[in-house]
């Protein structure tokens, strides 16, 4: 027996219409440039937060390598470490939002047809990885997550160059079950 369902996830008909001739809608593309503006604000608080902690440390090693606390070679290595994770991050939220510009400024989306399960959750401190068939993406909104019923197929929406789902809608039959 199958029925068809009407789950739709984040989004309104008149989005649902835009997405699916692959297009953002205004409501969407208004929503990602909040959600740009709000991740720029985070960006500047944690380039700051990092030089603080950088300039720390950097000063707490200086002292412990002066007093002979600490060995010079191990005094480097720390340094390095801590400015490399300091790059690390920076550079990878700064990728991250200039891939979500990138997509703003495209206002085009993908289809992609799958089925999730919600024990393929993995957070990231940007985002939620979002297993969907072999390939991963992710949810700017952790509400989103707990909407997808584990086995459904989903008719997905998704930013291209950030590969952010931004709505969803549910094509399969209910209760439907992986084959094994």
Known sequence: ?????????AASPNDLKNNRLGLMSQAQAATLGEQID??????SQLTR????LATAITVIV???TFVRALALPMALAIEV???GVMLYLTTDY?????????DREAEAVRIVKGRTSRYTL????????L?????????LDGALARQFITGELYQYYVLPQSGVVIAAESIGEKNSGYLL
């Open 1 to 9: 027996m199958r029925r068809v369902s009407a789950q739709v996830i």
């Open 38 to 43: 709000h991740f720029e604000a985070r960006m």
């Open 49 to 52: 937060r990092a030089l603080k």
């Open 62 to 64: 200086v002292i412990l």
């Open 81 to 83: 470490a801590v400015v």
């Open 94 to 102: 700064n990728r991250f939002v200039q891939q979500l510009t990138l």
């Open 122 to 129: 993995r957070t990231h401190p940007l985002y939620l990885s």
């Open 131 to 139: 297993r969907i068939e072999l390939q991963t993406y992710k949810l």
